[in-house]
């Protein structure tokens, strides 16, 4: 039977990552510097990650897709190489279908001729998930959760209990789905939209960002309803007329959809809302602070 799944034109795709938090089934990833639709079987055809390319790269397409079949897959997918068919073989594994990555493994198998990478290697990582020899999505993961420890600054010194800094906090909730747009701390606040993660990597958080301004957090990768908070933005700006609105973002490809979030509430408005973003660096650095 024919169903509609999404199309990704390479030449036009810049690999800005802007449409994988957008894909909800976990099937779009970046693959050496490309969007890449690493699995037919996540991917519901509904288009959720079209309207984020600003590349206009994403379409719908209709074209045969019967019962699933590995097989065909695979002969496709050895031509991208050795990082997308990981990325592939990882995603069939999180989601426990075993079935179809064993007949991909042994699709690889019974045709050597068609890589151009060992497939004693690959099988390694895929099953240990021993690291890559590339960086950032080159496993196929988000290089949001790559695994990193870091050093103490040098001359760092623990906060001694009587320098330890008070709360900055002046209202609950903070979340995003939990806050009322109509609360009176946020009528005509400057308003701080922080990532989950930012206020955990940044040490100065409470005192230089947070310190009298309205918060709300939210993660733009791993949270749902995602619409709910365009609306809830959007009433902030013309409902509450928050003054300004800080959006502080981690450096991780998937944060930035925080930003988008901000954009789309903006064009339901009739109020023209200052936004600074501010990007932070998984060790806590600010990378980048301006006016958008």
């Known amino acids: 039977m024919k169903r509609e799944i999404i199309k990704i034109d390479e030449d036009l795709c810049n690999g800005c990552g802007v449409c994988v938090p957008n894909c909800h089934e976990g099937a779009l990833q970046i693959i050496d510097g490309k969007a890449r639709l690493i699995s037919d079987l996540m991917c519901d055809g509904l288009g959720a990650c079209i309207g984020h390319c600003p590349e206009g790269a994403i379409t719908i397409e209709k074209r045969e897709a019967e019962s699933y079949n590995e097989t065909k897959v695979m002969s496709g997918m050895v031509k991208k190489g050795r990082n997308t068919v990981i990325a592939h073989l990882k995603h069939m594994l999180e989601h426990n279908e075993t079935a179809f990555l064993k007949e991909g493994i042994d699709y690889m198998k019974n045709n050597p001729q068609e890589l151009t990478f060992n ?76 990532a989950d993660c930012s206020a955990f990597s940044v040490g100065n958080f409470h005192s230089k960002w947070l310190k009298d301004k309205s918060l709300v957090i939210a993660c733009p990768k791993l949270d749902s309803g995602i619409e709910v908070y365009i609306n809830k933005i959007a009433m902030l700006i013309e409902e509450a007329k928050v003054n300004t609105i800080t959006v502080m973002m981690m450096e991780v490809p998937c944060c930035g959809g925080l930003l988008r979030i901000i954009n789309e509430a903006r064009k339901m408005t009739s109020r023209n809302v200052p936004v600074k973003a501010i990007v932070v660096s998984t060790k806590g650095e600010i990378l980048k602070e301006e006016w958008v």
């Open 119 to 194: 497939i004693d290697d690959l099988i390694d990582e895929v099953y240990d998930n021993k690291p890559a020899t590339n960086e950032g999505c080159a496993t196929g993961g988000c290089p949001g959760a790559k695994p990193e420890t870091f050093a103490k600054p040098q001359g760092f010194q623990m906060a001694s209990p009587a320098t330890e800094q008070a709360s900055q906090l002046g209202h609950w909730p903070v979340q995003l789905h939990l806050i009322n747009p109509a609360a009176p701390f946020f009528k005509n606040a400057d308003l701080l939209v922080a």
